[in-house]
């Protein structure tokens, strides 16, 4: 809840249009906002009056708000556009160097930079333009058609290559991204006509009804069931962008329904291992991953991948690997520890999963080689080794996923350390 100060109204307001304004910021937050809410406030605004502060926001949460994630959200554009008009002026400051505004030292709340940059939308001024400058510019026609468009160019572009405006773009396509994952047949079994499998409690059951007559088979097959999604991302400094995004899409994967997935853990280490699942249940991204940059204190710090693998097996193996999990390694592999005890703590990992998945960002690069220590260790004790530093890396670990078989990089790179 924002803290109050007196609404300053202006001799001749422009009430409606003003709910409008607020109503688009809001649809632009994230927010399902229609032209029949924007109505309904109106109307609702008319009827409470303009006279009491505390009436005219809850009129307008009753009318915009029906979902518990939103209200973050609009009580930050309901305080940049009715109260603080100079923290407006100070974020548009810091997205356009160019404008003069007002630099104040002051930290985001939950989804404040998100409200400003709805509020913001397309009132961006433009730069004025050189002198001499002809108004109407020649117009030259390019075929495009052959060209790739800006989302297929920034779907290959490295995520710590990523402007501002891009990693909001690139945010965006996460959180639209699926990882589906077929089901595991389990040895229960469901009635189904052409089940390969005979039902004798039913059949019993039926005849029994019948007189003791055996009139027909009752069938069954495999009741399907669906493994874990158990994530552990590496949040040290040199991987601390990448990071960043693949917990993006943990969020977007862990809040789609029908997804596949039974449970989705997520856990982070850098010096420390730190659970972050109940972090990753918010519906709203902004305060999903504040709440997990506080929980974990290891941020941009050192990497002890041996040490935080050896805490997971003790502690979190037995309660979250069960029923199949698939596990989603994310790290660099830069580990300056005992080789032999990381080594240990990658075959018990692997040993506990359904599959292992290892999402390496330096394979980015053409001239890769397993030269590190931490890598020759782990690589051997992998499923699949695969490349993590862009939106298309993401999108083919749906199918890795979906294809057993498919070992990535590894094989390669082991003929390698062989030779």
């Known amino acids: 809840m924002p803290e109050y100060v007196p609404i300053a109204i202006p001799d001749h307001p422009r009430l409606a249009q003003n709910i409008i304004h607020f109503a688009r910021a809001l649809r632009r937050a994230g927010l399902p906002v229609g032209p029949g809410r924007v109505i309904d406030a109106i109307r609702a605004v008319a009827a409470a009056g303009f006279t009491d502060r505390m009436d005219f926001y ?10 518990p994630e939103h209200r973050v959200v609009f009580a930050q554009i309901f305080r940049l556009y009715w109260r603080d008009p100079r923290y407006l002026e100070h974020m548009m400051s810091m997205m356009l160097p160019a404008v003069r505004g007002v630099q104040e030292e002051k ?3 939950s989804a404040e930079k998100r409200a400003a940059q709805a509020l913001l939308g397309d009132q961006i001024p433009e730069l004025p333009k050189p002198e ?6 020649t117009k030259i026609e390019v075929d495009s058609s052959f060209t790739i468009s800006a989302e297929e160019k920034l779907k290959t572009l490295d995520f710590e290559q990523m402007s501002t405006e891009e990693i909001m773009q690139a945010k965006r396509m996460l959180a639209r991204l699926k990882l589906p994952v077929k089901p595991i047949p389990s040895r229960r079994g469901m009635a189904a006509v052409d089940g390969r499998r005979i039902d004798w409690r039913r059949t019993l059951r039926a005849s029994m009804r019948q007189g003791g007559e055996m009139r027909s088979l009752a069938h069954l097959k495999p009741r399907p069931r669906w493994p874990n999604l158990v994530v552990l991302c590496d949040i040290s400094g040199s991987m601390s962008q990448y990071s960043r995004m693949v917990l993006h899409f943990l969020h977007a994967v ?3 329904k029908g997804a596949g997935w039974a449970k989705v853990h997520a856990f982070t280490f850098g010096t420390r291992l730190t659970n972050i699942t109940r972090h990753l249940a918010t519906r709203d991204v902004d305060a999903a991953l504040k709440a997990a940059g506080a929980e974990a204190q290891d941020w941009e710090g050192g990497t002890r991948i041996g040490d935080c693998l050896h805490a997971f097996n003790r502690d979190w193996s037995r309660r979250v690997m069960g029923q199949g999990a698939v596990v989603l390694l994310i790290t660099d592999g830069l580990d300056r520890d ?3 005890a990381l080594e240990s703590e990658m075959e018990r990992l692997h040993l506990s999963a359904r599959r292992l998945i290892w999402l390496n960002p330096l394979l980015r690069w053409d001239g890769f080689a397993p030269k590190a220590s931490g890598i020759r260790a782990m690589l051997p004790h992998v499923d699949s080794f695969r490349a993590g530093h862009s939106i298309a890396s993401l999108e083919d670990l749906a199918q890795a996923i979906s294809r ?14 062989a030779g």
């Open 58 to 67: 809850w009129t307008l949460h009753a009318c915009f708000v029906n979902r």
């Open 107 to 109: 930290l985001a709340q």
């Open 132 to 137: 001499g400058e002809e108004e109407e510019a």
């Open 254 to 256: 862990a809040n789609e």
């Open 338 to 340: 005992d080789a032999a």
């Open 404 to 417: 057993p078989e498919d070992a990535g990089e590894k094989d390669r790179l082991m003929r390698m350390m």
